[in-house]
């Protein structure tokens, strides 16, 4: 979506890489002046995709184009609204699909009945909106909720990396020899 808004013309993001510029501008940007459908809502699942709500943004992007006669690639009088629209859907979508996942696990006896976590990283737990939300979310269903900081939060090498030192430090599951080890690429 930010590449889509071209957001690295923008003054306030040139430097900013897509998701970032996307929370940087969805901050002072009105996210009911657009609403965009939620992907896979047929599905009672736990599964997330974003491909039918970058289709669903893309196609609004270009209404917008047209409506203010500008050429793809320059930038909407309302990118802000726009940003926070998305940033608003995506968080939606994630707590949909977080929460099903939550009541399985209680349901099936999968967690713990106390001290349940929730733990999230990846790119998406360094926008602070979105971690926002999935805290109420874990609050509301007595789960700690645990992300790394930001700063590891960008690479999945970096993440994996993390991951590896907090196992290593609780001593749990380290391996001292690969020999027998099997891995697909699936």
């Known amino acids: 979506v930010a590449r889509r808004l071209s957001l690295s013309k923008h003054p306030e993001c040139h430097s900013m890489a897509g998701g ?10 009105n996210q009911e002046r657009l609403t965009f459908r939620l992907p896979m809502r047929q599905y009672r699942n736990c599964d997330f995709s974003f491909s039918g709500l970058q289709n669903i943004v893309s196609n609004a992007i270009v209404q917008k184009e047209k409506e203010e006669g500008i050429q793809e690639g320059e930038i909407l009088s309302c990118v802000k609204d726009v940003a926070a629209a998305v940033q608003h859907a995506v968080a939606v979508h994630i707590i949909q699909r977080t929460y099903r996942a939550m009541l399985f696990c209680i349901k099936n006896s999968i967690l713990p009945s106390k001290n349940a976590t929730l733990v999230v990283s990846g790119g998406v737990a360094s926008n602070q909106y979105i971690r926002k939300v999935l805290q109420n979310l874990a609050d509301a269903n007595d789960f700690a909720l645990l992300c790394p900081p930001p700063r590891l939060c960008t690479d999945n090498g970096v993440m994996i990396a993390w991951n590896g030192i907090e196992r290593l430090r609780a001593g749990l599951g380290v391996l001292h020899s690969t020999a027998g080890v099997r891995y697909e690429p699936r």
């Open 20 to 29: 970032q510029a996307i929370e940087h501008l969805a901050q002072s940007g």
